[in-house]
T-cell receptor, first 113, second 115 residues
Framework: DADVTQTPRNRITKTGKRIMLECSQT?????MYWYRQDPGLGLRLIYY???????NKGEISDGYSVSRQAQAKFSLSLESAIPNQTALYFC????????????FGPGTRLTVT | GNSVTQMEGPVTLSEEAFLTINCTYT??????LFWYVQYPGEGLQLLLK?????DKGSNKGFEATYRKETTSFHLEKGSVQVSDSAVYFC??????????????FGAGTQVVVTP
């Protein structure tokens, strides 16, 4: 089984809808991250969490919110989706002792029409 | 602020050719440098890393040397295979700033290796 899983893998939604992307990990890592990937822009950090009680905004947090339900679960929500949020979204984790090395999930492809 | 610049792709090569992907960075502190690889339809995987100047990271035939004097971390492989076709991302994490534990990525370089 994959160490970092994301659900759903693909989603098409309409403008204005609320949507949640979920991430679960079995690696036992404290730190979790949400990124979005756009062609030509690389990956940009949306939110990150260094432990269950710690949530921090990243580079592009506007229009997004997160919830860290447990050490193993970190969800990303789009409260009112808009077309420019169409992107590939990745969850990642890293261990406390080696914070630079991140382990990525397979990604969620989100399309907002 | 910190930033990573890497060469644009796609880079198209024949099998067994030499691959170089250029990466330069700007950082205010003491960055660690990384190369991540993304195979089609998958998430990113750490390929190699270097944590201080003159360190050489290596893995799966790929190498990159941390050059502080030129602020570069170029990725090289002497003989590529079709299975090396992927998108390669250069990234940094800066220990001396609040960027610690967060990765700053370049835009990615797509590599296509043909038989």
């Amino acid at each position: 089984d994959a160490d970092v899983t994301q659900t759903p893998r693909n989603r098409i939604t309409k403008t204005g809808k609320r949507i949640m992307l979920e991430c679960s990990q079995t690696k036992g890592h404290d730190r979790m991250y949400w990124y979005r990937q756009d062609p030509g822009l690389g990956l940009r950090l949306i939110y990150y969490s260094f432990d269950v009680k710690d949530i921090n905004k990243g580079e592009i947090s506007d229009g997004y919110s997160v919830s860290r339900q447990a050490q193993a679960k970190f969800s990303l929500s789009l409260e009112s989706a808009i077309p420019n949020q169409t992107a590939l979204y990745f969850c990642a984790t890293s261990p406390w002792g080696s914070v630079d090395e991140q382990y990525f999930g397979p990604g969620t492809r989100l399309t907002v029409t | 602020g910190n930033s990573v610049t890497q060469m644009e792709g796609p880079v198209t090569l024949s099998e067994e050719a030499f691959l170089t992907i250029n990466c330069t960075y700007t950082a205010t502190g003491y960055p660690s440098l990384f190369w991540y690889v993304q195979y089609p339809g998958e998430g990113l995987q750490l390929l190699l890393k270097a944590t201080k100047a003159d360190d050489k990271g290596s893995n799966k035939g790929f190498e990159a040397t941390y050059r502080k004097e030129t602020t570069s971390f170029h990725l090289e492989k002497g003989s590529v295979q079709v299975s090396d076709s992927a998108v390669y991302f250069c990234a940094l994490s800066d220990r001396a700033t609040d960027s610690w534990g967060k990765l700053q990525f370049g835009a990615g370089t797509q590599v296509v290796v043909t038989p």
